[in-house]
């Protein structure tokens, strides 16, 4: 049982991208045994916990304040506590909070346990078609500052490349994606992975974006781009 640790312990527990079948038993497991759950968003993760009668207390942990409370959490594992982190999809520290917290438990010599699960890119990686032994995870690229220095640093790697993009962005990405890797690079672009309306769009960056233009994207979305020749 995760409680008999003497010792504090933090699990890094993955949810669903979408689907609930995806959530693992031991994931449930975890997230009932544990003494608190640090959640991105409460609200958000309230209705998972409650789709699988899980009582244990949540608490916030998001990018707006996780500088602020590392400290804290890190003295409460240390006297014994036993947490769990989620973020809102997926697994936590990939594009979510997570890293601060896990760097400072590394420090303090506090074991952490990261379980497989869900993670967007995989599957949208796996369906592309495109190279898959050899990969670059961008996640999302920078808003504004460094933008434009990332994409031409990226315009030369030859490892197929990863990225997250918001669907209202995903248009404006693409055609930066023409610019800086040239219009007849392939990209796959995959949305509402494991959802009802799944889908992924293959081709050139000129097509895909032709596509995405004429029909606007909705969902979250992740683009696979092969890599320099």
Known sequence: MAKSHVMGKL??????????????????????????????????????????????????????????????????????????????????AISDPGFLLARACVENDIEIDCLPGATAFVPALVNSGLPNDKFVFEGFLPAKKGRQTRLLLLAGEPRTLIFYESPHKLTKTLSQFVDYFGSDRPVSVSRELSKMYEETIRGTVAQVLEHYTKKPPKGEIVIVVGGKK
Do not use: C, W
């Not at 899980?54 to 506590?81: C, F, W, Y």
């Open 11 to 92: 699990y890094f527990v993955p949810t669903p991208i979408g689907n609930m079948e995806d959530m693992t038993f031991r994931a449930v497991r975890i997230l009932k045994e544990v003494d608190v759950i640090l959640a991105e968003d409460t609200r958000t993760s309230g209705k998972l916990l409650r789709h699988f009668g899980i009582t244990t207390p949540m608490q916030s942990h998001h990018m707006h304040n996780e500088h602020r409370t590392v400290d804290a959490l890190v003295e409460r594992l240390k006297a014994g506590g036993v947490m769990a982190l989620i973020s809102d999809a997926g697994t936590p």
